[in-house]
RNA sequence: GGCGCCAUAGCCAAGUGGUAAGGCAAAGGUCUGCAAAACCUUUAUUCCCCAGUUCGAGUCUGGGUGGCGCCUCCA
């Protein structure tokens, strides 16, 4: 059984989604003025992990990720660069999906621009409006929190301590400080749109309540982000989506912790501000994403050039494995199953459960893994002397279960004629015994940037 | 000040009150022309400290100590 822990009621509980056998799932997506950052693309893959596993568990799920393409960010890039905001918007969203991709973060169903669904959001501001928890400012739209009194539900605050913490802007025009607002009245020099009440422009929140509504209905199964969203975003989503609606906003509430470089918050001041454009410089981007799977989502993890040198060589014993399994596959005797291959084909089935009892346990990506190693040392240990029905066996489960975590999904890097032609050579002078020219061989194929290792199965090429 | 989280080996990390998974690193061995990979062995009598509950505590309770997050349109 699958429990989720929600961040509403702070418990791990019993996954049951609204409709059978069906997930919706939002995840609030990127500001796209800039590259993202190592400490958004943990939030990405966790959600890109959650929703896969949803998916191998049988359900049908529907995800939405919006991009955040107006907002005072979005207004300053703009600007700074001298181009519009919608430019800007296209040449960040395009950059989104070249690094998603690199850390096998597969596309949403959709993908809703916050400047496509301006007159949605006018809707929703408008029923608000209508219940009398919003009201008319003279800069903008604002919700009214204390017409609403389940406001502070998500994070577990009340009003007045809010209140006493709060520092507040003592220009807004608002009626209570906590108020948040759902409209931005027009700014000379910024984008604007019609609205009954006046130009202007949408608030943060207001986009993710709208745009999840529009595609996946009043109520959704889940919705991700990090734990800084909980307050004040998801709080006001959940509060102006539910007090328009009068029903659940959402059902679960997934919440990642944040990464620390080295030990420290990450942040442009303190100059230790990666964006994964940076990073897959440096790292196999695989290996990061195993690195941010290697510890459970909702803890904190540091993120040091130790720790993912670690991640990368634990994902090269992953490859091995499955560069192995594959030429055992294609090489392993066929013939009948021994009780000893029996015993081996049974202890398949055994590892998936143990996979799917951590991935049950709130998506414990770490013990997960744990379960894949184990396996992975079995199937070393026992695949070279077994059958061909053992070793396709044992492949296919490591493809199923790497996938499910978003593993494996680099295509193999194409290898020149050339270095093919050398390990030819070497080949031939091994088997003169000319082991002095052989190992030239190897030297330079290794210049070339590939490494090569003699196998029982004969020699395999792979990039360095 | 308010709300909340965390502390397990050299590093990382999982852990349902029943006797400490797994990965990386390190050392020794097997195999190999050598190397690599792989496998085997070794590496926490103990889970920050002190009390308590219990037949039994890494796990529950209380109190310390240390670290961290949110309360700023930061993921």
């Not at 991700?224 to 307050?231: M, Q």
């Not at 066996?393 to 032609?421: H, K, M, N, T, W």
Request: aromatic share 10%; net charge negative; hydrophobic share 40%.
């Amino acid at each position: 059984m699958l429990t989720i822990y929600n961040t509403k009621t702070r418990k791990k509980e019993a996954f049951v989604p609204l409709r059978e056998g069906r997930v919706s799932m939002y995840a609030c997506g990127p500001t796209v003025y800039d590259f993202f950052h190592i400490g958004n693309a943990r939030a990405f893959t966790v959600f890109d992990t959650v929703r896969r596993y949803l998916a191998y568990r049988g359900y049908q799920v529907t995800m939405v990720q919006n991009f955040t393409d107006i907002d005072d960010k979005m207004i300053r890039r703009a600007n700074a660069e001298g181009i519009t905001v919608q430019d800007l918007a296209e040449r960040f969203i395009a950059e989104y999906k070249t690094d998603a991709a690199a850390l096998g973060i597969a596309p949403a169903d959709i993908h809703p621009r916050a400047t496509h669904h301006i007159p949605e959001m006018i809707a929703l501001i408008e029923r608000l409006l209508d219940k009398g928890v919003a009201y008319v400012a003279e800069d903008g739209v604002y919700f009214s929190v204390e017409d609403y009194p389940a406001y502070g539900q998500l994070s577990g605050r009340n009003l007045s301590d809010m209140e006493a913490g709060a520092r507040i802007d003592v220009d807004e025009k608002k009626k209570n400080p906590m108020d948040f607002a759902l409209w931005k009245m027009e700014k000379p020099g910024e984008p604007a749109w019609d609205a009954p009440w006046g130009r202007g422009r949408p608030g943060w929140h207001i986009e993710c309540s709208a745009m999840s509504m529009k595609y996946l209905g009043e109520t959704i199964d889940i919705h991700t982000g990090a734990t800084d969203l909980i307050f004040p975003h998801h709080e006001n989503e959940m509060a102006q989506s539910e007090a328009a609606t009068g029903c659940t906003f959402v059902r679960y509430w997934v919440h990642n912790g944040f990464i620390n470089i080295d030990n420290v918050k990450m942040s442009k001041s303190e100059g230790n501000f990666f964006t994964v454009r940076d990073i897959v410089g440096q790292y196999n981007p695989e290996a990061v994403r195993l690195f941010l799977l290697s510890a459970h989502y909702r803890s904190p993890i540091n993120f040091t050039r130790e720790l993912v040198q670690s991640a990368t060589a634990a994902l090269q014993r992953l490859h091995n494995a499955r560069d192995t399994y594959q030429s055992l596959a294609a090489s392993a005797p066929e013939r009948p199953l021994s009780p000893a291959d029996e015993a081996f084909m049974a202890a398949l089935p055994k590892a998936r459960e143990a996979f799917v009892t951590a991935m049950d346990d709130d998506f414990n990506t770490a013990d997960a893994l744990g379960a894949v190693y184990e396996f992975v040392r079995e199937a070393n240990r026992y695949l070279p002397a077994a059958p061909k029905a053992c070793a396709k066996a044992a492949l296919a489960l490591l493809g199923e279960l790497c996938s499910v975590l978003g593993l494996f999904y680099r295509q193999q890097s194409d290898i020149p004629q050339e270095v093919l032609d050398m390990a030819e050579a070497r080949q031939l002078a091994r088997k003169a015994r000319d082991f002095a020219e052989a190992d030239r061989l190897r030297a330079a194929i290794a210049a070339a940037g590939f490494a090569l290792e003699d196998t029982p199965q004969g020699p395999k090429l792979k990039k360095a």
